[in-house]
Each structure stands twice: as structure tokens, then as C-alpha cells.
């Protein structure tokens, strides 16, 4: 009898290891098995498309999110382009990649917040100035934080008469270059909103305009059969559970999470601590994922967490947790570079994106081999 435990054991990981039988165990456990990056600049599209290939499709990655933001040659509004940016060949290479392998793909372009960084004003801003929510608050030479204006960046104003109409035509040719189902709308560290020196936001409740916001976006893609991803820090009170500004809100908007509509993806991140904030999005009726960063234990214990999540609830609830995501939060090509061993920073020591990728996905791994 011990000779054929071992042996019992052996055919369980080939029988899991067959195309189709390891994934379809891994769509029960974890229906989600993301990875989010930044959009490659034209140089990096082919190592890039070699990454998915050879990287994302082995671990079995289903959904790949891409900050495209104004890195795409849009025709609808060519001014707000990048100097360097993907044209629409280049983005079907990446396109066909996915579809190859049967991964999602859903590009992001960051809306109402993200609209600076440091002493940088984005291109939406910079183009059409009178979007601006703060147009009284000027970009410093050098940027600090904390600073007297509170700026961390800028946002547009959601109740400015023009805005949806340049964001919507962004958002519509995005998606239909991506052949996108779904759109990552961003929304994450908005602490400009309902500024008391906006003519149209000052006086107003900051949890309404933020979920009157997400429910514009999330009716927009609706008229296309897509759907709405964002962050879920600003559904979070910051302040009652001790999370902070960034993973939370300091300004009430988390009470915008009874507000918006409940077919909205909740892209979860928390990179300090494996706090475990999925059960109260899900406890609200939402769809969430968790996404690390750069602490691969951490990423290992929310993976694990995820897993317990979905075991231990009712059928209900159980469908509610989707699943884990990995976040990047430098370019492709510092990635690749990091993942590869060609400039690693060895101050981080074990704390990188990279190591976290390979500790969640090794992890995700062993999912489709346990018995």
C-alpha cells in the first residue's frame, strides 16, 4: 500500500498537467488569473508579445490588463496621443497573442483621477485645461508630498458639460481596437472630487459625484455589451479601518459603494499588508479580485485567502470572489528587463514585481495539481 500512494499521487499531477483538465480545475478555484502592466511602447511590442507566449500562457494567465492611456494612435482625438505611441497594427499583434491563448484583454485608461504625476499634467489635461477640477491649483516645479495644495494628481471634473464626450470617444475606440469586452476605467487615489472652489462640484456629496461617475462609465460601456473594471480604494473607508489614504478613502467616497451599480469588477489592492477586504466587497453584492505587487508571501497568503473564500461561502456569495491579479506598476520594458535578470535592483532583495509574478502563479500552479 505505500508503494501506490506515490504513484496515485503521480498520475493525479499528469492527469492535471493534460490540456484542459489543470484549467478547468483552476477556472472552478480561481476563475480570475490576471496580470496588469503597463502597455508596451512600440520597441518593447515584440519582446512583449514573447512574454505572453512564453510566460503568461504557461502559467496559465487568463486576463491581461493594459494601461494603455494615451499610448495608442487614437483618430478621434489625435492630439491627445502620445509622441510614441502603439499604432493599431501593433496592437492586433498583441490581440492575436491573446486570442491565441485565450486570454482576456482589457486595456485601462485612467479616468476622473490619475490626470497628473508629480510635476506632470496629463495629456487630457494638458490638451483641454478647462476639464481641469482644480484649474487654481498649478503644477509645481518640484513636487513634494505633502504639499499646501493636497495635490497627489489632478482630476477632471465629472460634471464638466464636455468632458464624457472626449473620454467616451477614447474609451469606444480603445476598446473596439483591443476587441475589448471590458474596459479598466482606472478611478483609483481620486482625492480631487467635489472641490470647494469648482463651480460645479463645490457643496456637492462627494460619495454621489464619485458614484454618479462609475455609474456614467459603467452605463457608457453597457450600450456596448462591455463591462466596467476599477480599483476599490476608494470604496474603502480609510479612516474606520485604519488602511490609510491610498488603499482607502479620507474624503467619504466609500460610501459610493451602496451607490453604484453591482456588474462592476472590483480590482482589490492592498501591497503592505494581505488585508482581506474581498469578503466586505463581496458581502456589498460586488465581483472582486485581489491583486498583489511586490511581496511575494503576501501575494502567496491573499492567493491562498482567495481559495478559502470561495470554498467556505454560500453558492452565492462563492461567485462574487473571482479570483487574484498581478499589478506592474513600472513600463514593459523595466519589467522584462527586472524579469529577465538584465537590471534587477538588488536593494529590493526578494521585494520586486517579478518575484512576486512567479510566487502567485507558482502558487496558482499547485492549485491544479492537488488533488
Same mark, same amino acid.
Given at each position: ?5 506515490p ?74 496621443? $502620445?509622441?510614441?505611441? +502603439?499604432?493599431?497594427? &501593433? %496592437?492586433?499583434? !498583441?490581440v ?5 491563448? /485565450?486570454?482576456? =484583454? ?49 482630476s ?33 487615489e ?7 472652489k ?6 456637492r $456629496?462627494?460619495?454621489? +459625484?464619485?458614484?454618479? &461617475? %462609475?455609474?456614467? !462609465? ?6 456596448? /455589451?462591455?463591462? =466596467? ?92 470572489f ?37 510566487a ?12
Amino acid at each position: 500500500m505505500a508503494r501506490i500512494a506515490p504513484l496515485i499521487c503521480l498520475f493525479i499531477s499528469l492527469f492535471a498537467t493534460i490540456p484542459g483538465i489543470g484549467q478547468t480545475k483552476l477556472d472552478s478555484l480561481l476563475p480570475v488569473r490576471g496580470f496588469c502592466i503597463a502597455a508596451p511602447l512600440p520597441k518593447q511590442l515584440d519582446a512583449f508579445i514573447q512574454f505572453i507566449n512564453e510566460e503568461l500562457a504557461t502559467r496559465q494567465v487568463n486576463t491581461l490588463i493594459l494601461r494603455v492611456d494615451y499610448n495608442y494612435q487614437f483618430g478621434s482625438h489625435p492630439e491627445l496621443r $502620445d509622441s510614441l505611441a +502603439l499604432s493599431k497594427r &501593433e %496592437v492586433k499583434k !498583441i490581440v492575436k497573442a491573446c486570442q491565441k491563448h /485565450n486570454i482576456r =484583454l482589457i486595456p485601462q485608461i485612467n479616468l476622473l483621477g490619475h490626470q497628473s504625476w508629480a510635476s506632470k499634467t496629463g495629456n487630457l489635461l494638458r490638451v483641454y485645461p478647462d476639464f481641469d477640477e482644480t484649474p487654481s491649483v498649478k503644477m509645481p516645479e518640484k513636487y513634494i508630498w505633502p504639499n499646501e495644495d493636497g495635490l497627489y494628481c489632478k482630476s477632471y471634473c465629472p460634471l464638466h458639460p464636455g468632458v464624457h464626450a472626449v473620454v467616451f470617444d477614447l474609451v469606444d475606440e480603445i476598446c473596439d481596437a483591443f476587441e475589448a469586452d471590458a474596459f479598466h476605467a482606472g478611478l483609483d487615489e481620486v482625492f480631487y472630487i467635489g472641490h470647494d472652489k469648482c463651480p460645479r462640484c463645490s457643496g456637492r $456629496d462627494k460619495a454621489e +459625484l464619485f458614484a454618479g &461617475e %462609475v455609474t456614467e !462609465i459603467r452605463n457608457h460601456l453597457a450600450l456596448n /455589451n462591455r463591462k =466596467l473594471w476599477m480599483w476599490g480604494d476608494r470604496l474603502i473607508d480609510g479612516k474606520t479601518t485604519g488602511i490609510g489614504m491610498w488603499e482607502g478613502s479620507f474624503n467619504n467616497t466609500h460610501r459610493a459603494i451602496d451607490l453604484i451599480p453591482k456588474d462592476v469588477m472590483i480590482c482589490d489592492w492592498h501591497y503592505e499588508r494581505p488585508d482581506q477586504t474581498a469578503v466586505y466587497f463581496a458581502t456589498k453584492g460586488l465581483s472582486v479580485i485581489t491583486c498583489p505587487w511586490r511581496k511575494p508571501g503576501f501575494a502567496v497568503t491573499q492567493t491562498q485567502d482567495m481559495v478559502r473564500f470561495r470554498k467556505s461561502v454560500t453558492p452565492v456569495m462563492r461567485e462574487r470572489f473571482q479570483g487574484m491579479m498581478q499589478t506592474v506598476w513600472s513600463g514593459a520594458g523595466p519589467f522584462l528587463d527586472e524579469f529577465y535578470g538584465k537590471n534587477a535592483a538588488a536593494e529590493a532583495g526578494a521585494n520586486t514585481p517579478s518575484n512576486c509574478f512567479r510566487a502567485m502563479f507558482d502558487e496558482i500552479g499547485k492549485l491544479s495539481t492537488t488533488p
